[in-house]
């Protein structure tokens, strides 16, 4: 049996046994539903894109109060042309409740995403709170006594009374909304939002719009908070601000974190196992205890810090791994891509691709590059070597959109690149890697190098989760595939990158970087780590793409393997170009001698 069919099963038993089940157990059910729902938004909103919010709860009050409010207040009623008790406010109280916690979110979002490190959950915090006390403190809203008389929700001419029904409503959004993540996380959308996590410049490398992705899983997650909200108001039929509360918000981020906070059906897990394990403990400590009090809390707490403790990653993937030996793995099949992926025309053998002239770029007093000029050329691999400090990365950065030259101008096929982000330069044909090595690395190789692909496909959202994407997803993973062979890597095609050895790391970066079809191609001493065979297989690749007609510049401190494949040597020392000529040549030159060794002219030498 695989993972799939275990899922399968159990979803058609809970929804076979729905009718029979016990009444507390389906409100249980019911509970674990609502909840899950805003833990899955958080799952990809905190696990998978990074950003942590202890403000989800929020959201939730914002579906329950729109509802509320539409279905409660005759002007409501009134204004939307409808008469009071129609069947219809609660619909228009959901549309109400997501046009409004999207746009907040939104909002929110512009504000508090930008933030980094601990300022964005604190960010969270800050307008949770606001919120939570914005609805105990609205007339029209009950003030803190709440709203009550909401109606049963109607879907055609059947009405959602008991908790059963509506339970059986809440369930299916729910497992319709796993299936809709799970396919969106399966895509090349979804390989942008899991690359959020691994920092702004790597992303941005790719092509992915970081901010504007950021904002998207935000907004998603809020929007998916509402909706909770909007079933739990017409399940209580009575709304007040308490469970909008920020202990309920934080409660939600343990059930995405207990449960495993890189996984939708962690969410499911954690939600069950907090729900079930609060309403355990409030019916069996006060009898054990002897005495009434909030003692289910303390537990609680104590329960959590254990179950962190020992499952740092939350339980399903350990439930996952236990399993793995029972479960078949799931074969990943793929139909063979039949559409195009967009091609970019590349600059004719010999034309200038990057030139940058008169870059400079000061760190306060120092001077980190002074005027450097440069060109490269289609079918040219360019070596910029230097001791260390001379301000090679500085350079690389400079003429990759990941920082901004003080004075000068760098053109990519002719475009004046000066002040665009990273993405432009990858839109523009400019592929590259990294010195310290920037993978997903709990992702296979395979999903690692599609990424660098992303600015191929066009595939939104919508159609990733709806599977509309399968056709672009196939091309995407065939090109994925052609380069990873082209690296050497069949063999790892599956396996996590982070389970590489650096050397082969490297070569995941490289395939990752051929997959954007780039015109010059950017690398960041890519020898390093690699042993003797490796290296003679990077040369001859590296050799056999600008043979292709591809310009590459790259940063290596291995002076035998520069000199063995660089068509022409740029020197640096302190920010400055000291030399620029063939191998034969640099290696001749006194000032590099000079600077480099020290007068010593051994070690440049191949
Ligand atoms: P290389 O890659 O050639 O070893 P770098 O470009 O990393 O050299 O650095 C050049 C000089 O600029 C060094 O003196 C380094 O300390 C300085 N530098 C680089 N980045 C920064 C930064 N972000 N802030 C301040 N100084 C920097
Ligand atoms: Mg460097």
């Known amino acids: 049996m695989s993972q799939r069919q275990l899922i399968l099963g159990a979803v058609v038993l809970l929804l076979g046994s729905w009718g029979f089940l016990p009444e507390f157990t389906v409100t249980m059910l019911n509970y674990v539903g609502l909840y899950a729902l805003v833990a899955v938004g958080l799952v990809m909103l905190t696990g998978i894109g990074g950003m942590t919010s202890f403000g989800q709860a929020a959201f939730v009050g914002l579906g329950a109060y729109a509802t509320a409010w539409f279905c409660t207040d005759p002007g409501a009623a009134a204004w939307l042309g409808l008469a009071p008790g129609s069947a219809w406010l609660p619909w228009e109280g959901l549309l109400a409740g997501l046009v409004l916690s999207a746009t907040l979110a939104w909002m929110l979002g512009s504000v508090t995403v930008r933030l980094s490190g601990h300022y964005l959950p604190l960010g969270t915090i800050a307008w949770g709170l606001s919120l939570y006390f914005l609805f105990g403190n609205l007339d029209f809203l009950g003030g803190h006594t709440g709203m009550a008389g909401l109606p049963a929700l109607t879907l055609g001419s059947l009405t959602l009374k008991s908790v059963r029904e509506l339970g059986l409503l809440t369930w299916t959004v729910l497992l319709l909304t796993v299936w809709a993540l799970h396919n969106l996380l399966d895509s090349r959308e979804g390989r942008a939002i899991r690359a959020l996590k691994s920092g702004r410049v790597m992303a941005e490398s790719m092509g992915v719009d970081t901010a504007h992705y950021r904002i998207k899983v935000f907004v ?139 870059v400079t770029r000061r760190f306060g007093g120092l001077l980190a590059n002074a005027k450097v000029n440069l060109e490269i050329h289609a079918g040219e691999l360019h ?52 010195q310290h090595v920037r993978l997903l690395a709990t992702r296979s190789v ?161």
């Open 220 to 358: 998603l997650a809020a929007l998916l908070a509402s909706l909770s909200g909007w079933l739990y108001a017409h399940l209580q039929r009575f709304v007040n601000p308490t469970p909008f509360n920020l202990n309920v918000g934080i409660e939600y981020l343990f059930m995405a974190v207990v449960g495993g906070a890189g996984h939708l059906w962690g969410a499911v897990l954690g939600a069950a196992l907090i729900t079930l394990m609060k309403q355990y403990l409030q019916d069996i400590l006060p009898s054990l205890l002897g005495a009434s009090g909030n003692f289910e809390v303390v537990v609680f707490g104590l329960l959590m810090l254990l179950v962190l403790q020992h499952f740092p990653d939350g339980l399903w993937p350990s439930l996952v791994l236990r399993t793995s030996r029972l479960l078949k793995a799931r074969s990943v099949a793929h139909e063979p891509g039949l559409r195009r992926l967009a091609e970019r025309k590349l600059p004719s053998r010999g034309s200038a691709v990057l030139c940058a002239s008169g």
């Open 446 to 606: 395979i999903d690692n190098v599609a990424l660098g692909a992303h600015q191929r496909g066009a595939s939104g959202w919508i159609a990733s989760m709806l599977r509309l994407d399968r056709a672009e997803e196939a091309c995407l993973r065939e090109e994925a595939g052609r380069q990873i062979s082209r690296c050497g890597l069949e063999a790892q095609v599956h396996r996590p990158a982070g389970s590489l050895p650096l050397g082969q790391q490297r070569l995941v970066e490289i395939a990752r970087a051929l997959c954007g079809q780039p015109c010059i191609l950017l690398l960041d001493e890519p020898a390093a780590g690699l042993r003797h065979q490796e290296k003679l297989a990077l040369a001859s690749l590296l050799k056999q793409l600008s043979q292709e007609g591809l310009a590459i510049l790259l940063v290596e401190h291995d002076m035998e393997f520069v000199m063995n494949i660089a068509d022409c040597i740029t020197v640096m020392e302190f920010g400055k170009v000291i030399a620029q000529g063939s191998p034969t040549q640099v290696q001749a030159n006194p000032l590099v001698l000079e600077a480099y060794l020290g007068g010593a002219d051994w070690e440049l030498r191949p």
């Open 383 to 434: 070596a910029l070597i230097g001791p260390n400090g001379a301000g090679k990365s500085t350079f690389f950065n400079l003429i990759s959109g990941v920082d901004e030259p003080d004075a000068g101008v760098v053109t990519l096929l002719g475009k004046d690149m000066v002040g665009q982000p990273a993405r432009a330069f990858a839109r523009s044909g400019l592929s590259r890697t990294f």
